[in-house]
Each structure stands twice: as structure tokens, then as C-alpha cells.
């Protein structure tokens, strides 16, 4: 598949001979990652996540309770992609509503890893990574509320980019954790990244979140022969598979050998990110998903006879079960008698983690982090929702604190040839340095292997 590099320098007609290919070999795919959507436009062609709004098209979250909604509007990452001469083109799926960490929850069914099909491409933004890996997509759109970029990212094998929050706009994304989703791109390699992240990036008043920080591009600026120190965090990694292990270590040895300084450090055990994140991300999921009941958004429950059973039957049967799952919890925490003892303890907790990883960037300009325990897991085999939720372990504290991360691919498993990841976690709003230090390790383990 070409690279978002090399499609810039195509002509129109060039692009046009390009779409018509990438079309032919989604409708030829079983990944089920495209939705649909022949006519997206003029320009390079972009899949976006199945929770992106573009104006006429079905947007879904990957739901039953939304079939039927049009998008009457573009969301602002839509726009700024025509800007630069981009176009969106087809939908990829998703955990439905961004609720999982495989691509399993889907209305529209399961996704499969292109290294291999017996294994989920990780969620929620499953459906495109499982397209750029697969040669069916230049570049995509994912979206990041726990790790839902670098995650499918790295269980696939490609680049995914978590910007700042406040970095891209969240206008026209479904919601699922206001404070924490963060729109982002999944390519194939670092640079790619860049020119993705360049054209989506900016302020928007439309989000009152979106931060007013000027627009500096960073392809074209990247610095991988820049030396930084990247502190590794030693308790973190004990909790990995052994593949996951080895390849760390190797890349720390690695990271050396090309003149970065590392540096040792210790953060609070995942389990307190796992706890603080599911509650904070199920009680914002609870009050997000409230507007869908049934008259305003999606389909209607047939044959009721009262509000109140509209409401009940619309939800029910349109909502699956894990994403019913975090609304339950999400109403739990916030119930009277139970909003102090969860919600108000894990706001506190979420800045301490703010403050540990303040206290590594004092020392640091990068972290280096693995993205997931272990390897993509086969299909049906993260059952249990407490062991999905574990699998995010790595990748959540990056939500919860606002800070830029990517992930890329290191090596690949020896025992079953699975692309492991790694990501680079760097300050909020420091988004060149990471690049600098991604190129970096790229270019590095590209050498290397």
C-alpha cells in the first residue's frame, strides 16, 4: 500500500486510480472493516472510525440504537481534512460506542487481525487499525478514550497517535468519556502520523475544550538524530508476558545504543489507574449515552404503549451488553450515597497521577511504556470484562492525565509472529518531541531488525 508521504505527490488522476483500488480490495476483505460509502469526495482518501460525523452519511458508534441516524453536519476534523486536501472515504468499525478493547462488541460483528484472523485487531478503534495494517487504507481516524488508538495499534502492527487533549477537536465525535476522548490518527508509519496529525489539528471554538496553541506543523520538522533522555518505569513492565519483556528491554537497549539516556523511575501500580479510569469513564459514558432514548437520536422500540416503555425497550434492545454494562456502573457511582466514596475519590486520585507523571517529565523528555501485556488475544478469549478491562492497563493513565502518546511496532512475537508495540508517552502539548523520539525509535528498530 502506498504511504500517505507518497500519495501527496500523486496527481488527481493518480488519487482517483487509487481510490478505485483501495475500494476493491475493502469490498474484497473479510476484516469488516469498512461500512460502506463508494462517493466520500475529492482527495487522498481517509477510513474514519464509525463515530466521526460527516454531513449525509450514517454514523452508527457501531450500534443498533443509531441505525437509521444521518449526520447532518461534518465534525470539525471532517473539515480540516478538505482543507488539505484530503477526503473521508468509508467507515471502519468500532467497539460499539469506543466500550472495549477488542472490536468483538461491534452491531455489526466481529473484526479480524489481518496477521491473523483467529485474533482480534484490539478496540475500540479496531476497524481501522485492522485496514491500514491489511493494505486497505493509506490512514485512518481512530479514537483514543483509554487507549483505544494505540492499543489495535500495536496488536496489528502499524503507528497510532494519541494527540494532547485539547489538541483536536471533539466536535462531531460521538461522545463516550468527555474529558478523555481524543481523536487521532492510525498509519502506517511515523511520518505518516505527522501529516495526518498536522491536517487535524487546531482550535476550534465549537469545543470548549480545544486548546488555542498555533498551529506549527511538525512533518517536515522532525528531528530523529535529537538526543533525549527517556525514562523507563521498571514496576510496570513485571506485569507484561515474557514476549512483551524481552522486546522492552531490547528497545531500551537500543534507545542507548542510538545515544538516548535513560533514566530509571517507578509509577503508582496500574491497578489504581484501572480503577480510577473505570469509574471515571463509566460515569461520563452513563450521562453521554442519556440522550439516547428513542425519540431524539436512532431507532424506536416498536409497539409501546407508554413513554416510559420507550424509553425501557429502546435502550435495551438497542444497547449490547458491555456498553449496557458501563452505563450500570457509570449510574452506580454517581448515585447518592456512592458519588463521594467512587466518583469524588478517583477525580482525587487522577490528579496524583497527574502529579507522578509531572514529576518523571522533570527528569525526562520522553516515557517509555509498553502498550498492552500481552500480544492480540484470540477471538472470544477476553470473555471475562474484568480481563478486558486489565488489558488496558498501560494506556489508561495517558487518558486520564492529557498527555500525547504513539505507538509503534517494535518486533514481532516468536511464538505465534504477533506485532508487539511499544509507546512513547511525552508532555502535554509537546507533541514535536515525540515525534522526534518516535522517528527515532523507528528508524532504530527498523536497523535493528
Known amino acids: 500500500m ?19 483500488e483501495i475500494m476493491a480490495a475493502a469490498k474484497a476483505s473479510d476484516l469488516n472493516a469498512y461500512i460502506g460509502y463508494d462517493e466520500a469526495g475529492e482527495g487522498i482518501p481517509i477510513l474514519l472510525k464509525d463515530n466521526i460525523q460527516v454531513n449525509g452519511w450514517s454514523v452508527t458508534g457501531g450500534s443498533k440504537i443509531l441505525q437509521g441516524y444521518i449526520a447532518p453536519y461534518d465534525a470539525t476534523v471532517v473539515t480540516n481534512l478538505r482543507t488539505e486536501g484530503f477526503a473521508p472515504f468509508g467507515r471502519a468499525n468500532m467497539d460499539e460506542f469506543a466500550m472495549g478493547s477488542t472490536t468483538e462488541s461491534s452491531y455489526y460483528g466481529v473484526t479480524r487481525n489481518p496477521r491473523d484472523p483467529e485474533r482480534v485487531p484490539g478496540g475500540s478503534s479496531g476497524g481501522s487499525a485492522a485496514a491500514v495494517a491489511a ?22 502492527g502499524v503507528v497510532g497517535f494519541k494527540p494532547t487533549y485539547g489538541r483536536v477537536s471533539r466536535f462531531g465525535l460521538a461522545a463516550y468519556a468527555s474529558s478523555l476522548d481524543q481523536i487521532g490518527p492510525i498509519t502506517q508509519n511515523v511520518e505518516d502520523a505527522a501529516i495526518l496529525y498536522d491536517a487535524i489539528k487546531g482550535h476550534d471554538p465549537k469545543d470548549s475544550t480545544s486548546a488555542d496553541f ?15 533522555t527517556i525514562a523507563v518505569i521498571d514496576n510496570y513492565i513485571a506485569e507484561a508476558d515474557e514476549a512483551i519483556q524481552k522486546a522492552y528491554n531490547d528497545t531500551v537497549v537500543a534507545l542507548e545504543s542510538a545515544g538516548h539516556t535513560i533514566v530509571h523511575r517507578t509509577l503508582t501500580n496500574t491497578q489504581y489507574d484501572i480503577a480510577t479510569y473505570y469509574i471515571l469513564a463509566t460515569a461520563e459514558a452513563a450521562t453521554n449515552l442519556a440522550r439516547y432514548d428513542g425519540i431524539r437520536y436512532g431507532r424506536q422500540a416498536e409497539g409501546v404503549r407508554s413513554t416510559e416503555e420507550l424509553y425501557f425497550n429502546t435502550r435495551s ?3 449490547g451488553e458491555e456498553t449496557k454494562r458501563r452505563i450500570l456502573l457509570g449510574n452506580f457511582v454517581l448515585s447518592s450515597g456512592y458519588y463521594d466514596a467512587y466518583y469524588l475519590k478517583a477525580q482525587k486520585v487522577r490528579h496524583l497521577i497527574r502529579d507522578e507523571y509531572n514529576a518523571i517529565f522533570d527528569a525526562a523528555d520522553l516515557i517509555l511504556s509498553p502498550v498492552a501485556p500481552s500480544v492480540a488475544p484470540k477471538i472470544g478469549e477476553l470473555s471475562d470484562p474484568l480481563e478486558m478491562y486489565k488489558s488496558d492497563m498501560y494506556t489508561i493513565a495517558v487518558n486520564l492525565v492529557g498527555l500525547p502518546a504513539i505507538s509503534l511496532p517494535v518486533a514481532d512475537d516468536p511464538e505465534t509472529g504477533m506485532p508487539i508495540g511499544l509507546q512513547l508517552i ?24
Open 214 to 228: 498555533e498551529k506549527e506543523p511538525i512533518f517536515g520538522n522532525i528531528d530523529p538524530n535529537r538526543k533525549l
Open 426 to 449: 511525552g508532555r502535554a502539548f509537546d507533541e514535536k518531541t515525540l515525534f522526534d523520539g518516535a522517528l527515532s525509535l523507528e528508524n532504530t528498530m527498523k536497523y535493528i531488525q
Open 317 to 319: 434492545e438497542g444497547f
Open 135 to 156: 493494505g486497505i487504507a493509506i490512514a485512518a481516524l481512530g479514537s483514543d478514550t483509554g487507549g483505544s488508538i494505540r492499543q489495535p495499534a500495536a496488536y496489528c
Open 2 to 20: 502506498i504511504t500517505l508521504k507518497e500519495a501527496l505527490s500523486k496527481t488527481p488522476e493518480e488519487i482517483s486510480i487509487l481510490r478505485d
